[in-house]
């Protein structure tokens, strides 16, 4: 993991999913779409400084699950770090639950801009989807101007969630406009 540094961060609500799914007979909770992953991950508990590793099996722009023997409680704030062929991500998250045995979902919270870029580049990949324009397969894009764009971005998230919770738009119009702002 590397030490916190100055860098901004930015917070990662995702874009919503189009119908709700349910785990356990119980609603789905998640902001953002998610698809098998796999990539070692290493979750450190904040509060303890306890260090876990294991295995995502499954990541979203808004979270990620891993699969480990012993996971932290719900609730619990934690930095996640997934590596997969040489490429990091590194995250601030909160447990969102726990299954004894099995795993925990991670809910992510701030995430640096050069992070995103790889989460970003991970998903399309396993979406099928086009890399976004910000991002070259090749070269590394430029952190100024990815910034910028990673805060607008942000800001329209924020502006869409609070017409929500207004109820100026509603859920399908606020995923169609999400969905646009990542494509």
Not at 174 to 182: E, G, H, N, V
């Amino acid at each position: 993991m590397s030490d916190t540094s100055n860098n901004s961060m930015t917070l990662v609500p995702g874009p919503l999913s189009d119908k709700p799914e349910k785990i356990e007979g119980k609603p789905e909770r998640r902001r953002a779409v998610r698809y098998p992953f796999t990539a070692t991950a290493e979750i450190m508990d904040l509060r303890s400084n306890t260090r876990v590793t294991g295995r995502s099996s499954d990541l979203g722009l808004g979270g990620c699950y891993i699969d480990i023997l012993s996971p932290f409680n719900a609730g619990s704030q934690v930095r996640v770090r997934l590596e997969r062929e040489k490429k990091v991500v590194e995250a601030m998250a909160i447990v969102s639950y726990a299954q004894q045995s099995f795993g925990m979902g991670l809910a992510f919270t701030e995430i640096k801009p050069e992070h995103q870029i790889v989460l970003r580049s991970w998903i399309a990949e396993v979406s099928g989807e086009p890399l976004p324009e910000n991002i070259s397969s090749g070269a590394e894009a430029d952190s100024d101007s990815s910034s910028a764009v990673l805060h607008l971005q942000e800001v329209l998230i924020e502006l869409i969630n609070l017409m929500v919770r207004k109820k100026v738009i509603n859920t399908a119009e606020a995923t169609a406009l999400l969905r646009k702002i990542f494509h």
